[in-house]
C-alpha cells in the first residue's frame, strides 16, 4: 500500500496543541495537516505569551484517551515536558521523535498516539517529515503488542 492510501487510513482527526515556545510551529502543521484533508482540533496556544505545557498536554491527551481524535501532536521547546505530562494518562503513549525515524519506530514498534515535539530543536521541514511518517505508519502488532501491553497496569 502506497504513503498516501496508508495515510488516508490511518487519519482522520488529530489534535494539536502547544505552549509558547511551539505555538509558531504548531501553526505551520497544523496548515500542513489540514493541506493533506486532515481535520485539525487546534487547542492552542495562539500567542508567545507565556503559558504552561501540561495545560496543553492534558487537553491532547484526554481528546486521545476518549478516542475523540486518531492522534495528538504536542510541541514545546523540547518535546520532553509535553511528553512526561501526557504520559499520565492511561493508554497515552507518547514520544518525543527528532528524527523520522524515531517516529517510524514509536509507531511501528511502541503504537505512539501522540507526537512530542522540540520547536527549539526541530525546523519546520524536518517536522513536516517526521509528522508525515508518524501518521503514516500502522503499529507492527505481533511481539511489539505484548510489550506495549504492558506499559498500562
Known sequence: MDHAKRQAILVQAI???????????????????QAKNIKVNDIGTYSAKDTDYADYAHVVAGLVEDRQVDYGVLICGTGIGMAMAANR??????????SAEHARLGRA????????????????????EILSIFVA????????RQRVSKLTP
Open 15 to 33: 489534535a494539536i496543541g502547544a505552549d509558547h515556545a511551539g505555538y509558531e510551529l504548531k501553526d505551520q502543521l497544523r496548515a500542513f495537516l
Open 89 to 98: 494518562h492511561p493508554g497515552i503513549r507518547a514520544a518525543v521523535c527528532p
Open 109 to 128: 514498534h511502541n503504537d505512539a498516539n501522540i507526537l512530542c515535539l522540540g520547536a527549539k530543536l526541530t525546523p519546520p521541514s524536518l517536522a513536516e
Open 137 to 144: 505508519t500502522p503499529f507492527d502488532g505481533g511481539r511489539h
